[in-house]
């Protein structure tokens, strides 16, 4: 069955940086686009950043251009989130998902998140 | 850029049929999913592009979206319904992924 396992979470000061892993397996990864979702405490889902199947496109969302990055490693079966210059607005449990495979569109399979924490 | 608008909170009794709406301009271009999330835990599809059902999602669960506004319905709802549910669509004039807000369900 699909897995998706993240880690890397963590206490981090603002200004400080983090790298978010997540592990996949049941599936042939490298056949789906991925995606990074992000939920502050209390709040609703937001999106961060897509990635399709091969890695040569990628999406970020407005709130995190520049500062995080998605990235994949098909051999690994790996997806990556390096997240630079954190906020305390970043503090939130964050999800990668695999897509239902229209391409990019859908995430049909959800990890069961990761907390991340930005406080001095 | 998109905004999709659910209405915050939704209560029915056990029974009947809880209906959720998803508005936002030109939504009846873009299709629509739905998610299911309970408390502390992460969240569920439950329809996809409109109106399909994942498997293992109860036929209760249907989707529609004819014109501006998407709708999530279940009917017969039961107590294990009561969670957040949201909408999502893809916009391919931003390529960003949206979500609505969320709508709480609650059994009475």
């Known amino acids: 069955q699909v897995q998706l396992v993240e880690s890397g979470g963590g206490l981090v000061k603002p200004g400080g940086s983090l790298r978010l892993s997540c592990t996949a397996s049941?599936?042939?990864?490298?056949?789906?686009?991925m995606t990074w979702i992000r939920q502050a405490p209390g709040k609703g889902l937001e999106w961060v950043a897509d990635?399709?199947?091969?890695?040569?496109?990628?999406f970020h969302a407005d709130s995190v251009k520049g500062r995080f990055t998605i990235s994949r490693d098909n051999a690994k079966n790996s997806l990556y989130l390096q997240m630079n210059s954190l906020r305390a607005e970043d503090t939130a449990v964050y999800y990668c998902?695999?897509?239902?495979?229209?391409?990019?569109?859908?995430?049909?399979?959800w990890g069961q998140g990761i907390l991340v924490t930005v406080s001095s | 850029s998109f905004v999709l608008t659910q209405p915050p909170s939704v209560s029915v009794a056990p029974g009947e049929t809880a209906r959720i709406t998803c508005g936002g301009i030109?939504?009846?271009?873009?299709?629509v999913h739905w998610y299911q999330q309970r408390p502390g835990q992460a969240p569920v599809l439950v329809i996809y592009?409109?109106?399909d059902r994942p498997s293992g999602i109860p036929e209760r669960f249907s989707g529609s979206n004819p014109g501006n506004t998407a709708t999530l319905s279940i009917s017969r709802v039961e107590a294990g319904d009561e969670a957040d549910y949201y909408c999502?669509?893809?916009?391919?004039?931003?390529?960003?992924?949206?979500f609505g807000g969320g709508t709480k369900l609650t059994v009475l």
């Open positions: 998902a695999r897509d239902h495979g229209g391409g990019g569109s859908c995430p049909e399979y």
């Open positions: 049941g599936f042939i990864f490298s056949d789906y686009y």
């Open positions: 990635i399709s199947n091969s890695g040569s496109t990628k």
């Open positions: 030109t939504i009846g271009s873009n299709s």
């Open positions: 592009y409109d109106s």
């Open positions: 999502q669509v893809w916009d391919s004039n931003t390529d960003h992924m949206v």
